[in-house]
């Protein structure tokens, strides 16, 4: 084998089982390579799954605000419901209270108090001849006396024994 200028030359038979020559300065070339080609496909996959986690962060995100937003909505929903029901009892009853001013004022007259008192309670105009006077000026009514005396126990052993 001739090496001429740091180049190998192959002669001969050994043509069939070459020996070969590997550069050390190649093959630590060639590692150091294939070291930053594995260091730079790792830095993408790091920052491809970074992005990944970002991106599925701001969507749970959106979701947790579409559900806070569509569980306000309800609740605002159901407070109008209410609104709106109490509004119309109200409307109700004040169309009540109306019907029933309408109906004391007719009831409360003198001439509709006279004719259902004799028509229906059969009551009867009195005249003087029938016609009691009395003064409720002075106390015509006797009153009872509610004064009882209360006594314990202890009250009552002493009354008895002494």
């Known amino acids: 084998m001739i090496v001429e200028k740091d180049r190998h030359y ?22 150091k390579l294939q070291k930053s080609k594995k260091e730079r496909e790792l830095r993408q996959l790091k920052e ?4 990944k986690k970002s991106v599925m962060k701001v969507i749970a995100l959106i979701f947790i605000l579409g559900l806070t937003l569509t ?4 609740i605002i929903f159901n ?22 001013k309408i109906d004391l004022l007719r009831v409360s007259s003198y001439d509709s108090v006279k004719t259902i008192a004799e028509k229906q309670l059969k ?14 000026s002075k106390n015509n009514f006797k009153t009872k006396n509610n004064e009882q005396k209360q006594t314990t126990i202890i009250e009552r052993l002493k009354n008895i024994l002494f």
């Open 48 to 51: 491809k799954n970074r992005k």
């Open 123 to 136: 009551m009867v105009e009195t005249n003087n001849s029938n016609a009691f006077v009395v003064d409720f």
């Open 79 to 100: 407070m109008q419901k209410e609104l709106s029901t109490i509004k119309n009892d109200i409307t109700r009853v004040n169309s009540e209270n109306e019907a029933l």
């Open 71 to 74: 569980g306000r909505y309800g």
């Open 10 to 31: 192959i002669n001969g038979s050994s043509a069939l089982v070459p020996e070969r020559k590997i550069n050390k300065e190649k093959k630590e070339e060639y590692n």
